[in-house]
């Protein structure tokens, strides 16, 4: 029977991970495999010998998305994969990779992953986290300097350049595309719970978990 799959989406430093983790905390996690559409970042070699400093990571173009796609098909149909994983300091991905195998949940945890048609298509419930920019902003800047290894200069030139111009064009546009928004991210938990209950609604229409 096919796996149940959950985009969720938002913009950087929304909290779309931390919504994750409280949907995992209500469900069984042994039955859960979470997806990072950042871990399909194209290496930095496929940029034609541009600088990090010179490329636009919030664009759609910076990511495989094709692969993304094919290793959802892949788990629908049961098959393992290797997920790619890749290094945020260096910008470029590890030779090594992450088995995963099918799971009955698939949570897809991206910002541009209600972007693609087709990536939209495989999804049974789409979350949009929904979070004030300045907060977002705040949340970028530690995250990079904390977990990436970057300068509060860099990062705030990388939002300005780039983040804040693709965000407009495509994240937020790519609201509308969701059948739940939550505000205020993980702090929403009223809407959390309503998430929870749906997703265990549909897996007991499946006879799963």
């Given at each position: ?34 997806l ?15 600088t990090p ?5 919030d ?19 049961g098959?393992?994969i ?5 290094n ?6 590890m030779?090594?990779t ?7 949940i698939?949570i897809?945890?991206g910002?541009?992953i ?21 907060e ?11 977990e ?19 965000h407009l064009?495509?994240?937020?546009p ?20 309503m998430?929870v209950?749906k997703?265990?609604s549909?897996?007991d ?5």
């Amino acid at each position: 029977m096919k796996p149940l799959v959950i985009g969720l989406a938002g913009g950087t430093g929304s909290g779309k991970t931390s919504v994750a983790n409280k949907i995992l905390d209500r469900l069984d996690k042994n039955h859960i495999v979470v997806l990072q559409h950042d871990s399909y970042y194209k290496d930095l070699e496929n940029f034609d010998g541009l600088t990090p400093d010179k490329i636009n990571y919030d664009h759609p173009d910076s990511l495989e998305t094709e692969i993304l796609i094919q290793h959802i098909r892949q788990l629908c149909e049961g098959k393992t994969i290797h997920q790619p994983i890749y290094n945020f300091a260096t910008y470029r991905r590890m030779i090594e990779t992450q088995k995963i195998v099918p799971k009955d949940i698939i949570i897809v945890d991206g910002i541009l992953i209600f972007v693609d048609k087709r990536l939209r298509e495989l999804m049974d419930i789409k979350i949009f986290v929904d979070t004030d920019a300045d907060e977002r902003l705040i949340r970028r800047i530690r995250r990079d300097i904390l977990e990436r290894g970057r300068s509060v200069e860099t990062v705030m030139n990388q939002y300005l350049g780039t983040v804040k111009p693709t965000h407009l064009e495509f994240v937020e546009p790519s609201k509308h595309w969701a059948d739940i928004i939550i505000p205020r991210g993980a702090d929403n938990l009223v809407a959390i719970d309503m998430i929870v209950t749906k997703i265990k609604s549909m897996m007991d229409e499946k006879g799963r978990v």
